[in-house]
């Protein structure tokens, strides 16, 4: 966390952003690019509002745009003129999106995981939020969530089950991660009319980032996110899908207590939702459950990337339609 509360000192936005603190000065006072605050020595201090503004500026002038053309758009037009940019420069070139905003060279993911867990081992909590806003601003949402967050999320676990870090460390790093992902969420999700989706653990499961994931996931997707946390049970997860107009449902399920209890779950919740309203399940332990074939209408994400596609699917139907089938999915 910043030491000025969430605010952030030019040097540091000049690094995240790879504006130069003079060009920053520019768009500031010429143009009203952005408005930063003050601290009580004078000095500006930007919002991570600020830093995504300025990342868009610095995109669309890179794709030709004077900066006294697009100073002055609202943040969410500068997003859409800098995808539609994007998209433009990819048809150009032949190349085909792959949905996620963008990919991170191998190096660089390893080497922000690997910071971020040195960080973990020694507790500190400053530097592993900083790794994980300056990864997130830098590639967007999409693709930190599957090529940082979640990867780094799966080291964390192994590290813990072979006794390699503590409670402690393991504590910290998923708080930092719950935090990084909740404001990374509310940064995406501002389709008001987008499809919604609900995203929780069934009742027994207090994993809840993977919930998270998916939130950031369906938010970069159009959709608006309805996050209800860990623990719920099956009743109050389909009274929530109702009451918010929800067209799916997004469970994550890390641990299995054996025997049927998950099962028996997750099929409960299905026989509480309309067939009109998806239900797909993710995590460690959703793999292993008997419930994504022989007609269940329960549909198994394996992948971040998958997820993606499940969503692109529910949101092309017409609302009140069901799929014809939820079909097993190879790991």
Known sequence: MSPHGGRHPIRLVAAWTGLRPEVIRVWERRYGAVVPARSKGGHRLFTDE??????????????????????????????????????????????VGNGSGGSVPRAEAQAAIQEALEAIR?????????????????VG????????????????????????????????????????????????????EG??????????ELHE?????????????????????????????????????????????????????????????????PPTIALLIGGAAARSLDISRDGTGVAYVGSLAEFRRRLKEVSSRTPGTQASTFPELEA
């Not at 006294?68 to 070139?93: C, Y």
């Not at 469970?251 to 299905?270: I, N, Q, T």
């Open 50 to 95: 600020d830093v995504r503004r300025l990342r868009l500026l610095r995109a669309a002038t890179e794709a030709g745009w004077p900066i006294r053309e697009v100073a002055g758009l609202p943040t969410r037009k500068l997003g859409q003129l800098v995808e539609g940019e994007e998209r433009a420069a990819s048809a150009d070139a032949g190349g």
């Open 122 to 138: 020694g507790l500190d909590r400053r530097t592993l939020e900083e790794t994980l806003r300056r990864m997130a601003l830098a």
């Open 141 to 192: 949402a999409a693709a930190f969530v599957e090529e940082v967050a979640s990867p780094l999320i799966r080291r964390v676990g192994s590290e813990w089950e072979k006794g390699r870090i503590g409670p402690a460390e393991e504590h910290l790093a998923s708080f930092q991660m719950r935090t990084t992902l909740a404001w990374l969420s509310r940064s995406v999700s501002g389709n008001r």
């Open 195 to 204: 499809p919604r989706i609900v995203a929780a653990t069934p009742a027994g």
């Open 209 to 273: 980032l993977g919930t998270l994931l998916a939130c950031v996931t369906a938010g970069t997707c159009g959709w608006e996110p309805v996050p209800l946390g860990p623990n719920l049970p099956a009743d109050e997860i389909a009274r929530a899908a109702f009451s918010s107009g929800a067209r799916a449902v997004a469970l994550s399920v890390v641990y299995d207590p054996g025997g049927k209890a998950l099962e028996a779950e997750v099929l409960d919740l299905r026989t509480r939702l």
